[in-house]
């Protein structure tokens, strides 16, 4: 199995620019959660979706995020206009979704905005 | 609301010694799971090991086994044999079971070095 597959590694922008971060899950996984990583606030759920839908947003920071999960294969993140307080380290895991709670993670995306 | 904390930021061992990382964790939940997940420095989070609540017996995999003290909501980690690959950072995380799925909820991280 390939894993999670997250694309791009590595982004770097300009402050009002639309940035778009891309994960395809584990086959026959579920559950897909979209983490932030920072130095200051460590690892911080922003969404997650349970059959493509979502199921808890409470995490996500404002309205300049948002996140979809059009099918079961793929899920994209979206920060609009972005800022340099975005920068960070966004992961996305999936899982069975049979309450193991052993969350997949991918390598991440490491996102600078200038 | 779950909380996990991590009190140390950072650790070091010397390579064939035994470490425990500490953390400790508040729910209200009386079903709930917990973790120690490790990222290397290629950022990649792995999980490490797990424990039921509702089981008494420490969960032991390997070199990793846990202290887990359901009273106190305290679930430390400990590492014997420390090895060099065991160089990480390393979170604690609470996971209480929603229907299917659930939010698992990490602490601040602790960075281990193991010296050779």
Redesign the interface.
């Known amino acids: 199995d390939a894993g999670v597959i997250q694309s791009p590694r590595h982004e770097v922008t300009e402050m009002g620019q639309e940035v778009t971060l891309r994960c395809k899950p584990i086959s026959g996984h ?2 897909l ?1 979209w ?1 932030r990583q920072t130095m200051m606030r ?2 911080e ?1 922003l969404i ?1 979706f ?1 059959n493509n839908v979502p ?2 947003d409470s995490g996500m920071p404002e309205d300049r995020f948002s996140a979809k999960m059009p099918n079961a294969s793929f899920s994209t993140l979206k920060i609009q206009p972005s800022e340099p307080r975005d920068s960070a ?1 966004y ?1 996305c ?1 999936s ?1 069975p ?7 997949f ?4 995306s490491r996102l600078t905005v200038l | 609301a779950q909380t996990v904390t991590q009190s140390q930021p950072e650790m070091s061992v010397q390579e064939a010694e035994t470490v425990t990382l500490s953390c400790t964790y508040d729910t209200s939940e009386n079903n709930y799971y917990l973790f120690w997940y490790k990222q290397p420095p290629s950022r990649q989070m792995i999980l490490v090991i797990r424990q039921e609540a509702y089981k008494q017996q420490n969960a032991t995999e390997n070199r990793f086994s846990v202290n887990f003290q359901k009273a106190a909501k305290s679930f430390s980690l400990k590492i014997s044999d420390s090895q060099l690959g065991d160089t990480a950072m390393y979170f604690c995380a609470s996971l209480s079971p929603s229907g299917n799925t659930g939010k698992l909820i990490f602490g601040q991280g602790t960075t281990l070095q193991v010296k050779p």
């Open positions: 579920n559950s959660f983490y460590g690892l759920l997650y349970n199921i808890d380290v992961f895991a899982t979704g049979r309450n193991t709670g052993e969350l993670f991918g390598e991440g």
